[in-house]
Each structure stands twice: as C-alpha cells, then as structure tokens.
C-alpha cells in the first residue's frame, strides 16, 4: 500500500498499553511512579526506532510559579529517559504558557507559528503546551482549529499527572502508526490531540520528581491558586482556589533541599501570607506564614529565605516583627500596590486604601530601616481618571520604591474589569505609563549610592557570559552586584556567600570587587 507521513514512523511499538492500564495503581504518587516506568518503557522502543535517544526543551513563560512547575515537568521527563537540551529543535517540546497579560498570549501564538515549521520538517517532533493559558475554553478551542499539528494540551491542575498523559500519547501514537487510515486513495497515519484540561482542583501530590534548575538556591511552594479575585486578574481563574501545603511537607521539602547543598530559598505563592488559611497546627493552633517563616528559619544549611509575593491586605505586625529578628530572611520585600486612588482600589478588589498601604510601607521602613521595597503598578485600569493617576504617583513619591515592574492594564476576558465601562484611551495609557516611570526613576531609594565604599555580602549566582572574570550575584535586599575575580576558576565562586566591596553605583546595578 501507498503511504504518506507514515516513513519513519518511530511510535509505532510493539507494547501492551491495554495490561499495563489494566493494574495501574490508583493512589498518588505510586500511580505516577508507576507509569513514569511504563512510560519509560516506551519511550526505550522509540528511541530504538529513531536510532538515538529523544531530547526535550520546556519553553517556560511568564512567572515563578511557572518556573517551579517547569523544573517539575523536567524532573518527571527525565524521568522517563528524555534527555534535556536547550536545542532549539527537541524531539519533544513544552510550552509552558503565562495568560497574565495579552502579551504573554501573543508570544506564545508566535511560538506556535515556527513549531508549525518545524514539524513539518520533522513529523515525529512532539508538541506539547500546557500552564495557565490552557485552563482558558477559549485558548483550546482556537487551538484545536487552527493548530491542529499539537499532540497533547494539559493545564495547571494535572500537571503532577505528567508521566501518565506520556504514556497515553505513546498509546495513541502507536495504535495510529499501527492503524494507518485511507484517504483519496494513500495511507495516512492519523494525528490526534489528547486533551486533558481539569476546572480545578483541591489536590497537592507530594514527592514527585524535579530537575533543580540551580543547586544552591531553590523555589518552594507554599500555596498554590489565589481566592483574591481582583477584578484584573486571570489568575484566580486558572490557577483555582488557594490551597496550602502542609508546613511540615514544605519544612522536609526545605531540610532536604538543605541537605543537597542549597543555601537560599524562595517560599512562592500567589498570596504567601494568606498561607494556611484551612490548615490546623498540631495542637489545634492555626497556621500562618509569620509562624511557618520561623520553622523554615531554624533549617541548617539555609542561610537566606525569600517570599513572593505578599499581599498588602494581609500583613501582619507579626510578620512584620519576624522578618525584622529574622537573620536569615532577606531585606527585601515585594509588595504590590496596582493604583494609588481608593476609587480604583476598590473597583480593582484590592481591599485596601491608599492611606492604609502607605501606613503599612511606613511601618515596615520604621520597623526595617535597610528593607528595599519593590512593587507592582498597573496603569490604566478602567475608569481611572487624570487625577486617580496622581494618587499612584503620589504612592510612588511617598514610598521611593528600589524599582517597579509597571503594567499598561490589560483586559483578559473572563475577569469583572474587562466588562467595565470607560476602558481608558491608549494614548492616556501610554503618557501616563511614560510619567510613572520617570516618576519611579526620580524617586527610587538611593540606598544604591550609599552601598559605595562598604562591604556587602552577595550570594555569587552566575558567571557573566560575557565579561571574563565577572561573577553576578545579589544582595540580601535583592540588589544586583557584578563583582571580578582573580582567577579563572569562576565556576568556583557560584553558589557562594562572599564578601564583596562595592565600588562603583551603575544605577540598576553596583560593581564591585572580591576582598
Ligand atoms: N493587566 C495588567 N497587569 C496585570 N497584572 C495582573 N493582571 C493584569 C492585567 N490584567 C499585573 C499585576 C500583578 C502582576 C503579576 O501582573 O500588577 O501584580
Ligand atoms: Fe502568568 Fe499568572 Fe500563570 Fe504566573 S500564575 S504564569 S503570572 S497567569
């Protein structure tokens, strides 16, 4: 018979999928272990087939949380036998998507548009997409019409389940290489989409794998989802309802990422300290992110701990007076505030108000002379008028913020805002986008300037790619160093807490030198 598409087909295995479903176990994480090894036995008949083993390239967009969730899918990938490379041509290919804003959607369309090309080339290449933007009916659906090629589409939820939707794509794609179909007269192996896309879920599954990406610093969990709904925001919507962990899974994850030589943390959830909301301690007490700060700081080895990102509405004096005894926890804190004006405040859901976030901005500064504080602004938020703006200026002036990741408002269909009246002009948008960074530039604390002169110290991160000799790092309040050493052995250096003298101010940025 004639074939199309159907020359080196490498799925097409001899493999009993059917016994394998047959007895899978049905609790997590046995279930996933389980077909991590069935999934591995798989993917050896394919690589036998292709005459080489498969590579894969997780494309990660938008926040830390994502990140995280990439080293997971790395982890369980690896796993299985795949082979990570930074190729831009893998065999198999995740796009782990972001839906924050439509610029992130955009990109990922691009992305799309030159994997298109690429599978064509090569009709074995796997596509899979996952993250926040497919928990969005209307992102699937224009998937499933117009880019057809992908092979498997999973959201945030089932992300853990990783190893088993492997296993059914293997199935699938073997019973089509198996079972070409006729059409117009030629043999052709039919491609399927399988897709697995859950609403929400209240489920945590523990002790999967994860490829680290750093082994001196490490992100940990601590809630998933948001329940803040504020009306601008997506997240709620595709990251489900606020769940979180048990703190002593979260103190063994720490202890043991403290055993493999890590020395910095950062605890991630979509509204850290809101944590423990629905859990109970031991004798009943309730749990709170003040309290599970004070057990991740009693962990050996861990000698710095970050937090992203907390809510304004949510911090406590407590909090406030751990971080301040704290050794350990860093000198910076991230602490949104979107808008200045109380009209737009409470149309956004914020629920706080200006005079209130500036008491709590005052009180940490009081409280932490060297904290560096860091914030969110959205711009353009609908109905906001010339003089809301000057109340966001006014937060800007008044806090003298180190630096601000500023956002033109962007309307995502689904959320309450997107339906408001008054969607503010583009041209307003962008005048005003254009003074509030002006603004955050005139009025940006100069701790940098007066660093100059004194020792700092700074965890060494990477080797500057391109500047031999010069080692990037940070400091406790999250300041960026680029500091020289003396020798060529800079791999040395990384992952270590040196003293450094600083030198020069470059503004974004200081310079320093070994001591
Ligand atoms: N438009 C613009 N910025 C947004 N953010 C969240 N949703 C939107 C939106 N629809 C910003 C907020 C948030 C950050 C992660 O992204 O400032 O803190
Ligand atoms: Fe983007 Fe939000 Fe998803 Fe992070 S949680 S990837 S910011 S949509």
Avoid at 29 to 51: D, F, H, S, T
Wanted: proline letters at 3%; aromatic letters at 10%.
């Amino acid at each position: 018979m004639k074939m199309e598409n159907t020359v080196n087909n490498i799925f097409k295995v001899d493999y009993d999928f059917e016994a394998v479903r047959a007895v899978e176990p049905v609790n997590e994480p046995e279930r996933q272990y389980y077909y991590m090894e069935k999934a591995a036995e798989v993917y050896k008949l394919i690589c036998e087939n292709a005459g080489k083993r498969l590579t894969f390239n997780c494309n990660t967009f938008g926040c830390q949380m994502n990140f995280r969730d990439s080293e997971k899918i790395a982890g369980i990938l690896e796993k299985i036998g795949f082979e990570n490379t930074e190729d831009k041509s893998p065999d198999f290919v995740i796009l782990n998507t972001c839906t924050i804003r439509e610029n992130a959607d955009q990109k990922v369309y691009g992305n799309l548009g030159y994997l298109k090309k690429l599978k064509e080339l090569n009709p074995n290449m796997i596509i899979a997409l996952c993250g926040c933007m497919m928990q969005e009916t209307t992102v699937v659906q224009k998937l499933r019409e117009s880019y057809s090629f992908i092979d498997l589409i999973y959201g945030t939820h089932n992300i853990y389940k990783l190893a088993e939707l492997v296993f059914a794509m293997f199935a699938l794609k073997s019973y089509a290489a198996h079972h070409p179909v006729k059409k117009n007269g030629k043999y052709k192996i039919k491609h399927s989409m399988l897709v697995d896309i859950w609403k929400d879920t209240d489920k945590i599954v523990e002790d999967l794998p994860d490829e680290r990406k750093y082994s001196f610093k490490a992100s940990v969990n601590i809630t998933y989802g948001c329940d803040n709904f504020c009306t601008y925001c997506i997240v709620p919507y595709v990251r489900g309802r606020e769940r979180s962990r048990r703190p002593g899974d979260i103190v063994k994850e720490v202890k043991c990422l403290a055993d493999a030589g890590v020395i910095e943390i950062m605890l991630l959830g979509q509204n850290v300290n809101s944590y423990g909301k629905g859990l109970e301690g031991e004798k009943g007490e309730p749990v709170t992110f003040a309290n599970l700060l004070r057990m991740v700081e009693k962990v050996e080895g861990i000698k710095r701990i970050r937090f992203m990102t907390p809510h304004p509405k949510d911090f406590s004096d407590e909090l406030i007076e751990v971080i301040a005894d704290s050794e350990k926890i860093c000198k910076h804190i991230h602490l949104p505030f979107q808008a200045g004006s109380n009209n737009v405040l409470r149309r956004m859901n914020r629920r706080y108000t200006k005079e209130s976030y500036l008491e709590l901005a005052g009180k940490i500064k009081t409280r932490i002379p060297d904290i560096a504080l860091t914030t969110d602004i959205i711009v353009g938020f609908p109905g906001e008028t010339e003089e809301d703006f000057e109340d966001t200026l006014d937060v800007v002036k008044e806090v003298r913020y180190q630096s601000a990741y500023m956002f033109e408002y962007s309307k995502r269909t689904g959320t309450p805002a997107a339906t408001m009246e008054d969607q503010v002009d583009a041209e307003a948008v962008k005048r005003r986008f254009k003074r509030l960074q002006d603004t955050v530039a005139e009025y940006a604390d100069d701790k940098f300037g007066n660093k100059v002169g004194c020792m700092a110290e700074v965890l060494a991160e990477e080797v500057n790619s391109e500047e031999p000799l010069i080692i990037t790092g940070r400091m406790s309040d999250n300041t960026l160093v680029h500091f020289k050493v003396p020798t060529d052995n800079k791999e040395d250096y990384i992952g270590k807490l040196l003293k450094v003298k600083i030198t020069e101010n470059c503004r974004f940025y200081l310079m320093g030198e070994l001591s």
